[in-house]
Nanobody
Framework: QVQLVESGGGLVQAGGSLRLSCAAS????????MAWYRQAPGKQREWVAR???????SYADSVKGRFTISRDNARNTLYLQMNSLKPGDTAVYYC??????????WGQGTQVTVSS
């Protein structure tokens, strides 16, 4: 089982940038497709971006062209570079396997707040 710790969130003005990190424990991180998810108040958690073990990426339409997902398998770390942030990006951001299984526990997430 992989343990996940997200960091890097904060308060930023619209148009600003943030870089999120996800530190993962466990030796199987490198072989997993990993993803970033987010959950806004009153909404269901949604998928944002994913990256395969080989580095192939996919993005939700709402963030395409603004967010970039990457990974460092040697450091067991997943990243999300977020540019041109909008108030609609305000949410708690989580990382996890894609797709997550009942055996993949969720971390505490990191809060991203974008002010207008």
């Amino acid at each position: 089982q992989v343990q996940l710790v997200e960091s890097g969130g904060g308060l930023v003005q619209a148009g600003g940038s943030l870089r999120l990190s996800c530190a993962a424990s466990g030796t199987i991180f490198a072989i997993k497709t990993m993803a970033w998810y987010r959950q806004a108040p009153g909404k269901q958690r949604e998928w944002v971006a994913r990256i395969t073990s080989g580095g192939t990426t996919s993005y939700a339409d709402s963030v395409k062209g603004r967010f970039t997902i990457s990974r460092d398998n040697a450091r067991n770390t997943l990243y999300l570079q977020m540019n041109s942030l909008k108030p609609g990006d305000t949410a708690v951001y989580y990382c996890n396997a894609f797709p997550p299984t009942p055996f993949d526990s969720w971390g505490q997430g990191t809060q991203v707040t974008v002010s207008s």
